[in-house]
């Protein structure tokens, strides 16, 4: 595991869903980078459906701002964004998933990404599931070893699909990580809600001692594993 791509829908997944982990990859020597393929902001901003959403002033700026948002928690943390695609947030195309399907195999090939990382596939948030679906077909196994693939949980949408239950099986310890993740979450201040929403530290912090201790840890993240290489010699 050494290039490591976390393709997510909006800017903040990354930060809800695998904070610690991405701190431990950073900071054992991995290249990890972070694909948001998903404006992020205007399906909340606005309720009169026959406006176009996402070219008003508005909207662009809560986009850009989503983004330098993720840009500072990279810093901390310790991966690079990719350029965003933009998709409209709940209102994607045929043509929007064709195109994310490729341009995610695209992203593979060039970075010469190993492993990658993305949403549970049966996620509450439909532009979670799609990223999902859209990296099981970038990532099939054709000519050359495939990458391995994992799916993450994100605070306040995974856990609400309640009857399709997240599953860990492959686990990240990440106690040493707690002050840059407790620092990067600070930085999506005002995504996060109080408790007893699950969009916050304490939460994030709750569940971390939970897949902890499913694997002998004081905190952890937990994965499920859609396909792992062995990288035997
Ligand atoms: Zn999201």
Redesign the pocket.
Known sequence: MKKILIA???P??EVLGMPGTIASLASSGCNVYVLHC?E?STSRAFTNTSFPLNEDTHSQVAIAERINLSVQCGQILGYEVLEPLHLPNFRSSVEDKLFLNSHIASIIDKLSIDTVFTHFNSDL?S??CIVSDSVRVATRPLSQPAPSVFEFE?LS?TEYSYKSQFLPNYFCSIGMQLSKVQQAISIYNLEMRPLPHPRNYDSYRSRARLRGSLCGCNYAEGFATVRHLLPLA
């Open positions: 997510c829908a909006h903040d997944d998903f992020g948030n532009d979670h994100v949408t």
